[in-house]
């Protein structure tokens, strides 16, 4: 979570799903105090089941905007396919990218 906090250019005490949905895509997702979720579960099951296709939402554009056009930038550096390029750890990806330019 470290590199998160160094490398997310977020202001900080940004980096949650909420604050980064909100800074990054624009919109401002469903929030849900959590002692609340319990007894919106017998009582409101609609408002809880919206809060968690907000959170589910928000998480799926931030993957399809910066994860995903990443993996695939470096699937282009690195000649190995998407699931071994994030099964790779940083040594071996750049072992990797060394083999290339060699």
């Known amino acids: 979570m470290y590199w998160v906090k160094r490398d ?3 202001p900080q005490g940004s980096q ?8 990054k895509l624009g919109y401002d997702p469903l929030e849900l105090d959590p002692e609340l979720m319990t007894p919106y579960a017998q009582e409101q099951p609609q408002v809880l089941a919206s809060y968690s296709v907000s959170d589910a939402v928000a998480t799926w554009y931030l993957y399809e905007k910066y994860v995903h056009p990443f993996i695939f ?7 190995m396919p998407p699931d071994d390029v994030l099964r790779k750890g940083s040594g071996g990806l750049c072992e990797a990218l060394l083999m290339v330019q060699a």
Do not use: D
């Not at 949650?16 to 800074?23: F, M, N």
């Not at 930038?73 to 000649?79: G, Q, W």
């Open 73 to 79: 930038s470096l699937c282009t550096i690195i000649p």
């Open 8 to 10: 997310s250019y977020l």
């Open 16 to 23: 949650g799903l909420k604050a980064v949905t909100k800074a």
